[in-house]
């Protein structure tokens, strides 16, 4: 082999010892994309959210996936999928589902209430009220539908109030009779009802306040008792309980009744941390993403006591409080 052979070939040798030390001393690049799992309630709210959030990072990518908050913690923790935020109907999916094998902490946001929506050529929607209710929903030739206690807050929380409204209207098996009927309209999320309904397959379904007013439905408002909005009458929801499945299969969790609160978290896998602090940033910000969700219904509980403060990222400790002692 010739000299100028050898020098070319140690030349070559220099530079890609070169190239893989520089490429080594690179710090690692942030993900370009934004995960977000959210309750099939906040569908409209976030798409409005994550649009305006996009304007100031027009590098990312967002991918949103919307289903039963459950469902949601179910894609963490059984399908061990990367996400970046989790955001829950019910901020105790957070605690009792992730923490703390997959987040570290949990910050409530909005609230909401139950309501039955239907149309207006729905059976017997002209006479129905918040008294005869339970009286319309069980004649044979009306249909109303639910989601799944086991998928989605929406569904357990229809079952809570079932059983608040047998107390509340003093009916023995109310909850029961009602919970037994049109059990084919059971779906994994309470927004796989508004097809049905909107078809006519459906002359009611049990849902969000804030959903009814975002689709333009008619909606039966509910007593304060029975429809988990008002924090006044917490101790009665409490009288209130549902069996749930549990972190391990064979497992159950007894929710009790309680006023409707919505939870966000960053999960422990989350590949893109700090567009994952900026988002909630976003959102939790009573002029940015807080406005967005009280327009859409969902009135802000920002900022509320969480067990987890000390654990929260500094720059989100704004938006939240300790418990106190």
Known sequence: MSRAVKIILICVLLALLLGLFITSSKPPSRSSKLIIFHAGSLA???????DQFNRL????????????SRMCARKITDLHRPCDVMA??????????????????????????????CQANSANAKRITKNNWPDILLQK?????????????????????????EKFYDKIDLAEQILAKDRIYIRSKEVDL?????????D???????IAVQHGLEYLVLPD???LKNPAFADFYNTASVQLSGKEPGTFVTRIGAPIIYGVTIPSNAPNRDHALAFITYLLDA???GAILETNGQMSVVPSPTDTFDKIPENLKPFALPVER
């Not at 009306?142 to 608040?164: H, I, N």
């Not at 508004?194 to 459906?202: F, R, S, T, V, Y």
Request: proline share 5%.
């Open 44 to 50: 409209v709210p976030f798409k409005q959210i994550c």
């Open 57 to 68: 990072h027009p590098e990312l990518q967002i991918e949103r996936e919307a289903a039963g």
């Open 88 to 117: 829950s109907a019910d901020y105790t999916v957070i605690d009792t589902l992730l923490i703390p094998e997959h987040a570290d902490w949990n910050i409530k946001f909005a609230t909401n209430e139950m309501v039955i929506a």
């Open 141 to 165: 030739d009306v249909a109303f539908g639910r989601s799944d206690p086991d998928a989605d807050p929406c569904g357990y929380r229809t079952v809570l109030m079932m059983r608040l409204a």
């Open 194 to 202: 508004l097809a049905l309904l909107e078809a006519g397959h459906l």
């Open 204 to 210: 009611y379904i049990f849902i969000y306040r804030s």
């Open 225 to 227: 008792e029975i429809n």
């Open 287 to 289: 002029d940015k993403g």
